[in-house]
């Protein structure tokens, strides 16, 4: 019986271990009528010249009716015009758009993305070519000349734009990445869909989402906390109670498992009527 006792109880522990490492990351809800991210206007964000890479993991729930009212990172400016910006909208188009002093657009077709469905997105620019992949793949490319990104001093804003009400984008949000280098395709394709361990070379921004409580009370949570250590940002007019306009388990994203080679001490063995744990020690390889 006391054998029977042991194997019960480390069975129970291993377990809950393997429910551990299955568990997923979270997303944050945004309910396209008024939810949005400040994220300031730090120097590290301020991004200027002929590189850049802009990155979101997303599922859209409707679009708005015209591109540029589905804003999903933004930190642009006008008079002059200048900073950059991932849009989408229009029956699933893709938008990016940097400034300097002019609007320099990229845009994919119609239905290059679809609501319902979780997708990998990302814009990069580097010195003459805009481009936008999409799960890693390649959708547009336009070939542009002299165009360097002017500064502004307009917060990054995540689903609106500062300098208007009602840019809002309707999605769940897995994650989103800034970076000050640009990504290379193969570089991309590796980071669909997986977490970033940090600190990564260019990374400058980096929500996860991975707070709170999924569809409960997150009152607590109005932080979006970034990982770089830079940029956390003011979650504003997010409900944080229920299974919109909050934290939600969404996420395609698996938290990274522990290490395989987790040791686990019980004692004593054999058995008697009191076993006890001696807490969980991770060997690396």
Known sequence: MKTQKFVLIAAAILIGLTQVQSETANALHFDSVDDAINCGNSTSIQITGS????????????????????????????????????????????????????????NTNSNTVSTDVWCHIVATYHRNYMKIYLDGVEVASRHVVGVNIYDNSANLTISNWSQSGDRHVNATIDEIRVWNITRTPAEIAANTSSELTTPQTGLVLYYKFNQGVPGGNNTN???AIDETGNNNGTLSNFTLNGVTSNWVMESTLPIPEHNNNTALDLFPNPATSNIQVKGLQHTEN
């Open 51 to 106: 590189i850049i890479t802009l990155e979101v993991i997303i599922k859209f729930n409707a679009f708005r009716d015209n591109v540029w009212q589905g804003n999903i990172i933004n930190k642009g400016a006008s008079g002059p015009y200048s900073g950059y910006m991932l849009r989408a909208g229009d029956d699933g188009k893709l938008n990016f758009n940097i400034g300097n002093g002019s609007w320099n657009e990229l």
């Open 221 to 223: 949570e109005t932080n």
